[in-house]
């Protein structure tokens, strides 16, 4: 099939990009790498009357560290990211979970913010940037303000982003000392969408016990899904077989209340998060202990 008719502006910045949104307002669509949006208007799935094409505003694009940690522009493109050695180094749990991200080809194409602001309850991105805690930058005309990963993802498709707002750079802070991740998914083949999947992030105290766990899981809710209990169940524990069986028991039992569909039922989900998160939590409980390099974890 064929997209419905649209208006096509291309601006060459962010500000020309804004005065467009601000002026056709809900009727406007900006265009990232239009891996999920073209398909959805051949399909006549989406049909915005206005299409704004992002690719030319080329200060969007990027990736630099700094002291706080790791800035990605929200038009930086997947696989530029996964073969970063800063992001490596800085955020590994990024460059092990964009991998995963359909393929090859759709990541060369396919944008971070594009990912992000889609909010496909089965991506990976927004899984990772829950679990890493980081802040997106929004911009629009009322200016610039900043949100936590956990808040812009506010439902099903369905985000804290404005229709005359665009989402121009992600924060992931710095990682903590003695802390590891760990990325996880089952999908039926590489590059489908997962079953489940879970991005886990935890930090050691002295004495070797967890002082903090971030866990979040994809493709079991209306979006990215922040496991509370089982971070609870982690946290003062040492990472014993027993108390990470516990945590993912709870992320299983507790956390989740996960769909049943054609690909799995609500019942195979609730097992594949309980296994994914087990096995999560031990590798990133290894990593943290471990002192092997970031970059050397994924190998």
Do not use: W
């Amino acid at each position: 099939m064929k997209p419905a008719p649209f208006a096509y502006h291309r601006p060459g910045t962010v500000e020309e990009a804004l005065a467009v949104l601000a002026r056709h307002g809900g009727d406007a669509k900006p265009l990232a790498g239009g891996q999920s949006l073209i398909p959805a208007m051949n399909f006549r799935l989406a049909r915005p009357a206005v299409l704004v094409d992002l690719n030319r505003i080329t200060a969007l694009a990027g990736i630099r560290g700094s002291a706080d940690g790791l800035r990605i522009g929200a038009m930086t493109r997947q696989r530029a990211v996964e073969r970063d050695a800063t992001v490596a180094r800085d955020a590994p749990l990024v460059a092990e979970a964009l991998p995963h991200v359909a393929h090859p080809q759709i990541r060369t194409r396919g944008t971070v913010g594009g990912s992000l602001a889609h909010a496909d309850p089965a991506a990976e991105l927004p899984a990772v940037m829950v679990a890493l805690d980081a802040t997106f930058d929004l911009v629009g005309p009322r200016g610039k303000r900043s949100i936590a990963a956990t808040e812009f993802y506010t439902g099903l498709f369905t985000t804290a982003l404005a229709p005359d707002e665009l989402l121009v750079e992600i924060a992931i802070p710095r990682p903590a000392p003695r802390s590891g991740s760990a990325f996880l998914e089952v999908a039926r083949r590489h590059g489908d969408y997962a079953l489940a999947g879970v991005a886990a992030v935890v930090a050691l105290d002295d004495a070797g016990r967890c002082r903090e766990a971030r866990i979040a899981l994809l493709s079991v809710g209306d979006g990215p899904v922040l496991a509370r209990k089982a971070a609870q169940a982690m946290t003062g524990a040492a990472p014993t077989a027993e108390a990470i069986k516990a945590a993912a028991d709870a992320a299983a039992s507790k956390d989740i209340d996960p769909p049943g569909d054609i690909h799995a039922s609500a019942a195979y989900r609730r097992q594949l998060v309980g296994v994914l998160v087990r096995r999560a939590l031990q590798r990133a409980c290894e990593r943290a202990a471990s002192p092997i390099p970031s970059t050397e974890q994924l190998r």
